[in-house]
């Protein structure tokens, strides 16, 4: 059984194919990733596999079961979990208060909390705290378990979105562009964070212009352009593909 299957997807804003009658597969366990110009449809693709939008047409098998149009929640809670482009993190808040409510904001709840019920998911019972914190030293984030998010810097508010991510013990993990506005130090850490998460059982889908990390971590490479499916392989086969010099890497690619 593959994890995670897409078959003749089809989705478009106005006349542009956003997504172009896409046909791929994920299979459990190595770290995948997803490549291509800007505009190629990467993050389109992570919003329809994780219900943001509902696909004009087309299937999304999640271990087998037709998930296309289910609701953000309801995938969340089979065992899908992404980070966003552009980061989501509450701010004026405690780097664990945000994994706890991001606990409860992924799996039972259907809508933002009121005020009130914010508070007390802050407070929390102890075993959600336990593991917030847990989860926070599992991404390297140990020493700002109590920080402000206002006061982290940027590099570490991602790896926050990642722990958050992380807290509703996902199947599948799709990471949109985590290395974006890291410097090469934080990129490195970051490879090793993906390789770590990988080994703990998690399905990887990474998104990602940095070739230098997708080339050294991914098992399998999926090449988008203008919403189809350019090529996959290894890194190996995708950086002497003609096509992907082509369109994506350019001639220099090969040395990557
Ligand atoms: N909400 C939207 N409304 C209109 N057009 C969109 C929307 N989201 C994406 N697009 C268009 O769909 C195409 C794919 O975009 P996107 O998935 O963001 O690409 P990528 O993540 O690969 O850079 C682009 O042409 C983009 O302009
Ligand atoms: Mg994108």
């Given at each position: 059984m593959s994890l995670l299957k897409v078959q003749s997807l089809n989705l478009s804003f106005g006349g542009v194919n956003a997504i172009d009658a896409?046909?791929?597969?994920?299979?459990?366990?190595?770290?995948?990733s997803i490549i291509g110009p800007n505009g190629a449809g990467k993050t389109t693709l992570f919003n329809l596999i994780?219900?943001?939008?509902?696909?004009?047409?087309?299937?999304i098998l999640f271990e087998d079961k037709e998930?296309?149009?289910?609701?953000?929640?309801?995938?969340?809670?089979?065992?899908?979990?992404?980070?966003?482009?552009n980061l989501q993190i509450f701010f004026n808040m405690?780097?664990?208060?945000?994994?706890m409510v991001g606990m409860h904001l992924n799996s039972d709840t259907r809508f933002l909390p009121s005020l009130l019920r914010l508070k007390s998911i802050i407070r929390g019972d102890?075993?959600?705290?336990?593991?917030?914190?847990?989860?926070?030293?599992?991404?390297?984030?140990?020493?700002?378990?109590?920080?402000?998010?206002?006061?982290m810097p940027y590099g570490a508010l991602k790896r926050l979105e990642i722990a958050r991510s992380l807290a509703t013990q996902p199947k599948i993990l799709l990471l949109d562009e985590p290395a974006?506005?890291?410097?090469?130090a934080e990129t490195g850490e970051l490879d090793g964070l993906i390789q770590k998460i990988a080994a703990s059982g998690v399905t990887v889908v990474l998104v990602e212009h940095?070739?230098?990390l997708v080339m050294g971590v991914s098992d399998h490479i999926i090449v988008l352009e203008s919403g189809k499916l350019l090529c996959e392989g290894s890194a190996d086969e995708i950086r002497h593909n003609p096509d992907v010099i082509a369109a994506y890497l350019g001639?220099?690619?090969?040395?990557?």
């Open positions: 896409l046909s791929l597969t994920i299979e459990p366990g190595p770290i995948h994780t219900g943001v939008y509902v696909p004009s047409d087309g299937q998930i296309a149009g289910k609701k953000p929640w309801t995938l969340a809670a089979m065992g899908l979990a992404r980070t966003f482009q405690t780097a664990i208060d945000n994994i102890n075993e959600n705290r336990e593991k917030s914190a847990e989860l926070l030293k599992f991404v390297g984030l140990g020493d700002y378990i109590g920080a402000d998010t206002d006061s974006a506005g890291l410097n090469p940095d070739m230098k001639e220099s690619g090969r040395n990557l």
